[in-house]
């Protein structure tokens, strides 16, 4: 018996808009951190944070790692 995984039952022209607006966030969390000043981390490691853990790095980075000053 086979079981259907994720990929089985999407089809890749699905995931085009969620792809799309991952990259679009993360390079709004850039733009942002290259304009703002920041708290508890420097920049160049917000940045890494930004990319490595979409999207959750960036929601991270707007709540509680940039300045709000």
Known sequence: MRTL???DTVPTAALI???VAAV???AYCLFDL???????LPKWLWAIVCLVSI????VVYLLIGRDHR
């Open 5 to 7: 995984a994720f990929a």
């Open 17 to 19: 808009p969620f792809a």
């Open 24 to 26: 679009g966030f993360v």
């Open 34 to 40: 290259s304009r703002s000043s920041v708290r508890y």
């Open 55 to 58: 999207p959750f790095g960036g």
